[in-house]
């Protein structure tokens, strides 16, 4: 069974940093692109952050660009998001996601597995 | 980056009736577009993805349409466990972006 589970989340002070992470199983991590998605409370979805199965690429929104890093461990099989100079409207919950493929390509065309949800809230 | 507007952001419907949610996308998308369920509390599951092509295990009453910058999802004849937050989401450039969602409320 695909599982995702998140940690690291918890209350961290205005310009505080916090690492977030995801770990994997059930799946071969290193074959697959992975993401971050926050969801600010009572509001909608934002893509965070991706990164390919090898690590090398790299993808952020530009809302976060600059304070946040994603990487991935994949002897661990555990996916990273590093926040720093966090704001207040970085509060959410922190999702880690899976890429899903297309069969026979490695283009991602949605996310097909979801973590729980790790909720990081900044406030003084 | 690529912009998607979701509309409506709420909708009240019946049980059986047939709905239909529009994402309309700032520029062409190809066929890069996903939908999206999510009932609160919960992450979000995955529904269509490529426009119309139904996640395993999805019923049949889901279905997606569109090209370009135009998408719409519909649902035939919802069903009481249907009631729940929509969104759609893009991949055809490298930042992701969601719909802003679309709240299906019971009439």
């Known amino acids: 069974e695909v599982q995702l589970l998140e940690s690291g989340g918890g209350l961290v002070q205005p310009g505080g940093s916090l690492r977030l992470s995801c770990a994997a199983s059930?799946?071969?991590?290193?074959?697959?692109?992975m993401s971050w998605v926050r969801q600010a409370p009572g509001k909608g979805l934002e893509w965070v952050s991706g990164?390919?199965?090898?690590?090398?690429?790299?993808y952020y929104a530009d809302s976060v660009k600059g304070r946040i890093t994603i990487s991935r461990d994949n002897s661990k099989n555990t996916l990273y998001l590093q926040m720093s100079s966090l704001r207040a409207e970085d509060t959410a919950v922190y999702y880690c996601a899976k890429a899903f493929y297309g069969s026979g390509s490695f283009y991602t065309l949605g996310f097909d597995c979801w973590g729980q949800g790790a909720l990081v809230t900044v406030s003084s | 980056d690529i912009q998607l507007t979701q509309s409506p952001s709420f909708l009240s419907a019946s049980v059986g009736d047939r709905v239909t949610i529009t994402c309309r996308a700032s520029q062409g998308i190809s066929s890069y577009l996903a939908w999206y369920q999510q009932k609160p509390g919960k992450a979000p599951k995955l529904l269509i993805y490529?426009?119309?092509t139904l996640q395993s295990g999805v019923p049949s009453r889901f279905s997606g349409s569109g090209s370009g910058t135009e998408f719409t999802l519909t649902i035939s004849s919802l069903q009481p466990e249907d009631f729940a937050t929509y969104y759609c989401?893009?991949?055809?450039?490298?930042?992701?972006?969601f719909g802003q969602g679309t709240k299906l409320e019971i009439k």
């Open positions: 490529s426009v119309s």
């Open positions: 990164i390919k199965g090898g690590g090398g690429n790299t």
């Open positions: 059930g799946f071969t991590f290193n074959n697959y692109a």
């Open positions: 989401q893009q991949f055809n450039s490298d930042q992701y972006t």
